[in-house]
């Protein structure tokens, strides 16, 4: 049997040409176009003043000043330069800001920060998830419905059909509400309120996920395969019964998925958070900001934060190999 020759660029041309064409996607690509050109020149942005030999200067100053203080040191000239690298040194100078904070003030350190950052995260990922798992069931069409998956023929009245109309686009509405919050913005209005240092930022971080998880599981559950949903109408099981034993176990994998991802997201807007004076990550990088741009000090606290999302991507990738396994 001989091998099939391989085509020529003639025939590959001929094929380019009888692509299938879409004038949807051209439009598409135009208007995207149109948008990026529009908010450049309404943006008033300049390349000339990115590239300019001022913030070049300030680029390698800031370089320079990530590099640990103690691993620096000032000529008579009143200029730095840098020592030799030294680990010993480094480890010192890092277990002091894991204990101590910033230097020269009285913060916290930067193992309580980071324990504070993983407590807020964590507690709102998982009342977010909660009150998600709640709101998804009423916002999803093919549950919230008079009839779920019942046979064909079955025609529900108008007023019930109505009813979870009601019910579907009131619950859609409310998680577009939360959605629609800034995390920032929130837990201000929250601080003004309550007076604490941790909740506002844990029900902000709820609130706002919780609309973003509510919308994301609804979508999971619409997009289930509905036959075997259908069989199990069939036999008799009720609207309860269907969504633990035939959604739930379809819908695990990929809730798992969302869950990590928004929790990553949570350890991120945790540590902006702290800038409003609560007990995370952000309130040693925003007071490193404020005793005079300790640009080392503040990118140490920052990686402490990326340590905490490698963390949890690392517990994703686990926790969602073990379902696979499982199903």
């Not at 837990?187 to 998880?213: C, D, E, K, R, Y």
Request: charged residues 20%; proline residues 4%; glycine residues 8%.
């Amino acid at each position: 049997m001989s091998a099939r020759a391989a085509p020529s660029s003639t025939q590959v041309a001929d094929l380019w040409r009888e692509r299938p064409r879409s004038r949807f996607v051209r439009v598409s690509l135009g208007l995207v176009t149109l948008l990026l050109l529009g908010s450049w020149f309404v943006g008033d942005f300049s390349l000339s003043d990115t590239f300019s030999a001022q913030r070049s200067e300030n680029l390698g100053r800031f370089l320079s000043e990530v590099r640990p203080w103690p691993l620096r040191e000032r000529l008579a000239d009143g200029t730095m330069r840098d020592k030799p690298w030294d680990w010993g040194v480094f480890a010192t100078w890092s277990g002091e800001r894991l204990s101590d904070g910033v230097s020269d003030r009285d913060t916290a350190g930067g193992l309580e920060s980071a324990r504070g950052t993983l407590a807020i995260s964590v507690l709102a990922i998982v009342l977010a998830s909660l009150a998600s798992l709640v709101f998804c069931w009423f916002a999803a069409r093919n549950v919230a419905s008079p009839q779920p998956f019942a046979p064909t023929g079955v025609t529900p009245s108008a007023r019930h059909r109505w009813a979870w109309r009601v019910v579907v686009g009131g619950t859609r509405l409310l998680l577009v509400l939360q959605r629609s919050l800034p995390e920032y913005v929130l837990a201000f209005l929250l601080l003004a309120m309550l007076q604490t240092a941790a909740w506002p930022a844990v029900l902000a971080l709820a609130i706002h996920n919780s609309g973003i998880l509510g919308r994301l599981n609804a979508e999971i559950i619409e997009n289930v395969d509905a036959r075997p949903l259908v069989a199990l109408r069939a036999l008799g099981a009720s609207r309860t019964k269907i969504a633990l034993v035939g959604i739930a176990p379809a819908m695990l994998p990929r809730f798992l998925t969302y869950f990590f991802y928004r929790w990553e997201t949570c350890v991120r807007e945790a540590t902006v958070l702290g800038i409003l004076g609560m007990a995370s990550l952000g309130w040693l990088i925003d007071e490193a900001q404020v005793s005079g741009y300790k640009y080392d000090e503040m990118m140490f606290f920052i990686g402490l934060g990326v340590a905490i999302v490698l963390l949890g991507d690392l517990i994703s990738a686990i926790a969602r190999g073990i379902v696979r396994r499982a199903s």
